[in-house]
C-alpha cells in the first residue's frame, strides 16, 4: 500500500464507531443494519417502489435514487440525500445474503485502528463492507444506472 493510500485507510478507519468488545459491536452494528433496512423498506413503501431482495431490485433502487436525485425527492420523503446512499449499502449488501448463503454478515475490528469496528458481508476470501454512501454518484460512466446491479453479478460470480 502506498503512503497515500495508508493516510487514507486510516482517515476511513478513524471515522468508524469505536466500541468496548466485539459483543457491543455487534448488538450496535447488527441493529442498525436492521434499522436501515426497515427504513428503506418504509421508504418504497412510500414511493410505491417494490423492493423485494432480488439482484434485478438493485436496478429498482437505483433508477429510484437518479429520479430522487433528479429532482426534490429527497426532502419530499423526508431524508437526506446521504442517509438514502447509507440505505443503497445495506441494502445491497441484503441482497448478497438474501440470495446466496454463503454470504454472511460479520462485524470486524478495524485492522488498523483498535477498538474501531464495522459491518460487512463475506463469502470465503471476500469480505465486502457495507459502504456508508453509494458509489454509483462517483462512476462517470453509469449510463444505465445499474453500477449496484453490474457490480453484484461480478462479486456473486453470475
Not at 446512499?85 to 449488501?93: K, L, W
Request: hydrophobic content about 35%.
Amino acid at each position: 500500500m502506498t503512503r497515500r493510500g495508508l493516510q487514507v485507510a486510516l482517515q476511513s478507519d478513524n471515522s468508524l464507531p469505536a466500541f468496548t468488545s466485539q459483543n457491543a459491536a455487534e448488538r450496535f452494528l447488527f441493529q442498525l443494519r436492521d434499522d436501515f433496512r426497515a427504513e428503506i423498506l418504509q421508504l418504497a413503501a412510500q414511493c410505491d417502489v417494490r423492493l423485494d431482495f432480488s439482484p434485478d431490485s438493485l436496478k429498482t433502487l437505483e433508477s429510484w435514487y437518479f429520479d430522487l436525485r433528479g429532482s426534490d425527492g429527497f426532502d419530499q420523503l423526508g431524508v437526506t440525500q446521504g442517509q438514502f446512499e447509507r440505505c443503497i449499502g445495506y441494502y445491497t449488501c441484503f441482497v448478497y445474503t438474501a440470495r446466496d448463503p454463503n454470504f454472511t454478515w460479520i462485524v470486524k475490528e478495524s485492522p488498523l485502528v483498535n477498538g474501531k469496528f464495522y459491518l460487512a458481508v463475506t463469502n470465503g476470501l471476500m469480505t465486502i463492507a457495507v459502504s456508508h454512501h453509494s458509489r454509483t454518484i462517483d462512476l462517470r460512466n453509469n449510463k444505465r444506472m445499474e453500477s449496484n446491479y453490474r457490480e453484484y453479478k461480478k462479486l456473486a460470480g453470475l
